[in-house]
């Protein structure tokens, strides 16, 4: 089994985030000045690794190995939310530049092949997992056309201030992976308060979301009789209820839902509210809970209207994100390695939050390895995980990713 | 029986919406320059009508009888809301006007007394019932200082503005009334529904009103579990549906309340809310329902807190407002005069809304007397009574009258 370099790791995660760094975090949005400062300082990694290294028309660093195949491609993003952490991200590309080197400086691994990644826009400065559907060959021309950052800028414009725009876009080559592997960090507190170094990622939850809005009639909140009002907040107020009754009895053990928008109007004590809304969104690994969630919804909602007092309409209010299975094999995989590093300390969990496999298992499998996040929090210049739990993180994910491509080989 | 004169009444009606007029609305704030021009306009009518009228140190329009008491004070207010209707207030102090008028005319009623009185301010453009308090002696020097408009002028340079300060300002005469009557249009649709012309008001509601602060957790609405919430919404929306679930069993025919009012922060479909607030605010003639409201939301509140989730704290949200209680003896005249006039098309009711006898009570006996409101709409350009109810309410309110002040003298 190959030894991962904690020092190097390590000392590599703290460069990069000084490229961008503000406080404890990191400011390195897609396509900004420190990001592709960042994405240069990666290929150069890359290439003092020994891999062939190019940063593409969006701006994807990939380093190639020139080992025969089968190869095993390992990343993350290298760009941050715009006041992110140093870790979210970058901690999985860094895994796979340190995987590629302990690999090549075991003999017993040497021969073993991993290319190396970080995608582009992960975060959604301008279109989420820019990179990443690039690569997959399913990125929307309209929607890259119509994609524009939170000031307004263009995204293609973007992409020219980068000087990206002449430059070549690269594609996944048919034939060359075995599958795709990333760690993140978990950007909840599940594996802290659990006590656990390893989460092995069984999938990425579906999202749905629905909108409610409640057409009522505004009136005077003293001379209009209950009798005769059409209360448009007293109907959100019954929906929201019900639904927190009647989810759990549906729900798994980890699905989630939230409705975390709620607006009466006009919004004061005197007046009867005419008109209100809400937000229901849901997440699960099970696309059949999201399906029952989705009816026991509408039927509440369908239920209200039955009274004839105040309306209720709802619609998708986002496109469904389906849920994204982690390959079954590949999940084995890092958890014997993971029962290897610390017995009983790990476990199977999904993902709650997006991450680039939601694209690429289309076309290659995926697994994801999470190691604990410090307070469970993400996205904010707060984000940390113990320094030791990223090097276990690492030292699992080589040992799977040599256990993979030498059962390949051998099989 | 005194006989009111419909064309006349609705002639005075019809002149007074025409200083502040606006489309078929009013715009006649309480002070404002057509505000003033009313009460001038009102006190020369009052004249007319052979009373002794003066406009006191805030406005108030007083006409004063030179006949032996007993009197009766008749009235209501002319300012209006910002953008009012043209019968709100204006209609009872024409009502006054005309009873005043019709009882001289007529030789049996003729040695009857009726003061008329247009009070200020009553809609609070600066502070509500400011002219009956002032008249009434219940004007806290220091809430007249404090007291501004809207737009953040002070009611005391209002006054100076209308060149009222050195005027002297009215109080009431000891020993001089028997009592006070005001009629209103209903300001609600109760009377439309029910398909009858009068109402007689039993007393005018009292008002208490209660803030929750809902104090959760903000976190991810992916990766936080739902064991792990502190959702301050999800605590909202069980008390506002409880609220609304428990109240019915202790409401009365005509009690009502309101959640009218509901903040979820930070407000977005993706993060479990950390903050929200709900303003709940209920209404009776009874105030031992008004009691037990209280101690209901609070023991919803409470259980909730039981739970060591979010945790929702609870005050009074304004001075609460007791019911005042018409008086007796008036309301079976008012009674009587209805329903000699219009045969069961008349019922008691409560006074859902506020009005100038809330003050009044305290010192003289009041009564009231309801015309329905076309639609229920009120406090809007839209507001309006049919004609022939017009002249119904003033003829009823005119026998009322002349009962109650011949029951006195022979009594």
Known sequence: MPKINAERLLADLD?????????????????????????????????????????????????????????????????TQPRGGWLDGALGVVYGLEIARALSEDPETANLAVDVVSWQDEEGSFLGCLGSRSWCGVLDPEAEKAATGRDGTKLTDAIAAAGLTD??????????????????????????EAQQHVGVVTAIVGIRAMRFKFHGEQNHAGTTTMARRKDA?????????????????????????????????PGAASIVPGYAELDLQF???????????????AAIADDINSRGKARVEYTRSRLPVRPSMMDDGFQKHIAAAAEATVPGKWQSMPSAA????????????????????????????????????????????????????????NG
């Open 283 to 297: 997440r699960d690994q099970d696309e059949s809970i999201l399906d029952r969630f989705e009816e026991i919804a």
């Open 167 to 192: 430059v070549p876009r690269l594609t996944m080559e048919e034939n060359r992976y075995l599958g795709y592997l990333e760690a993140h960090i978990e950007q909840g507190a599940y594996l802290e």
């Open 354 to 409: 997006g991450h680039d496999p939601m694209v690429i298992t289309a076309k290659l499998p995926c697994a994801m390895l999470f190691i604990p996040s410090i307070g469970g929090i993400s996205h904010d210049f707060a984000e940390d995980s113990d320094r030791g739990d990223i090097a276990i993180g690492c030292q699992v994910l080589a040992d799977a990713a040599s256990s993979i491509l030498q059962e390949r080989r």
């Open 233 to 265: 907040a007293t109907a959100l107020y019954e929906l929201a209820y019900r639904v927190n009754q009647e989810f759990p009895a549906v729900a798994g053990e980890r699905t989630v839902w939230t409705m975390g928008r709620a607006v009466v109007q």
């Open 15 to 79: 460069h990069l985030r000084t490229i961008g760094g503000v406080e404890t975090g990191v400011i390195r949005t897609a396509l900004s000045e420190k990001d592709m400062e960042a994405r240069r300082w990666l290929k150069k990694r890359f290439e003092e690794a020994g891999l062939e290294a190019t940063i593409d028309g969006v701006g994807n660093v990939l380093g190639k190995t020139s080992k025969p195949g089968p190869v095993l491609l390992i990343g993350s993003h290298s760009d």
